[in-house]
């Protein structure tokens, strides 16, 4: 009997201890630019599942397209006491800003789907994980020149303006077209990546009668109001129309020979890149201060391939 209550006395003793070396469950704050957004709710949709797996608690919050909106949101992250940060960055000036308070507040940041500037970027605290933004307009750009031959009059439709694809995207079109003589930018206006802008956009531009070979876009959700403006007009076989992030949306138009191409975006790996990332700078581990994702082009040819 003594040897039973001695087993016992020492099983409550060590109870405590055993509770203590429990793993501490991990806290993170995520904004991103609009919850409303098709792309960035999918991203959202699987950082929030990664961090699960995880046993991480996700705190989200929309910045509702508000740069200012955002700041708040990273100031109440950093007053609750968050393990990490994660930013969809709506405007690319404020990120040194964005950088500083972490840095200051001793809490590891990263940047996903969206990469500031080298200068907003410290190795250890504050990485990247999204893709070059470039490239996505490269590969546009390069499709649109070899389908006209070098020769015609391009519009470009741009995302929101500072946010780091309208930036990189708009100049990895413009740097492509720049080689072929033939090829000339008679149009660039920003639509927010948003259809609806997109449409008011491209029907001021079938008005004014400028002659247009080709709508290069920042984001399927213009390339898809451009569509509906060019099929309305019945002009749609006469202008190529091209996006970025191949969603469900963009891939049935793909599917239906209604949009001409976009490019496929991982916002799923940005996502779970993210969180990974993020748990491993919370454990003083070592990672890249960019970690790229690749963008991949999608046409009619192989758009089955990313049908989810």
Not at 68 to 84: C, H, L, M, P, R
Not at 265 to 289: D, E, F, M
Request: neutral net charge; aromatic residues 6%; proline residues 4%.
């Amino acid at each position: 009997m003594r040897k039973v209550l001695l087993i016992a006395l020492i099983a409550l003793v060590a109870m405590p201890l055993i509770a203590s070396a429990a793993p501490k469950k991990l806290k993170m704050g995520v904004t991103i630019e609009d919850f409303n957004d098709v792309f960035m709710r999918y991203a959202l949709d699987q950082l929030t599942d990664e961090a699960k797996k995880s046993n991480i608690d996700i705190i989200a919050a929309d910045g509702k397209r508000d740069p200012n909106e955002q700041i708040k949101q990273i100031e109440n992250f950093i007053t609750q006491g968050v393990d990490a940060i994660m930013i969809h960055v709506i405007d690319q000036t404020i990120a040194p800003r964005i950088s500083k308070m972490c840095l200051d507040a001793k809490i590891p940041l990263v940047y996903f789907n969206r990469k500031p500037d080298d200068s907003a970027l410290t190795a250890g605290k504050v990485v990247a994980v999204a893709s070059p933004e470039v490239v996505a307009g490269n590969l546009e750009a390069q499709f649109v020149a070899d389908k006209l031959k070098g020769k015609g009059n391009v519009a470009i439709l741009m995302g929101t303006m500072g946010s780091a694809p309208q930036i990189g995207r708009t100049q990895g079109s413009k740097d492509i077209l720049a080689k072929y003589p033939g090829m000339k930018v008679v149009r660039e206006q920003t639509a927010n990546f948003q259809r609806p802008d997109a449409v008011t956009v491209v029907e001021n531009w079938l008005a004014s009668g400028d002659k247009i070979d080709a709508i290069i876009c920042n984001n399927d959700e213009m390339a898809i109001g451009a569509v509906l403006v060019l099929e309305e007009k019945k002009m749609k076989d006469k202008v190529l129309v091209t996006g970025v992030d191949a969603t469900s949306d963009a891939l049935k138009f793909i599917a239906d020979k209604r949009l001409d191409m976009t490019v496929f975006q991982n916002g799923g790996a940005q996502g779970r890149g993210a969180v990974q990332t993020a748990i491993k700078l919370v454990n003083k581990q070592t990672v890249p201060t960019f970690t790229a994702i690749p963008f991949e082009p999608v046409t009619f040819d192989n758009y089955t391939k990313y049908m989810k």
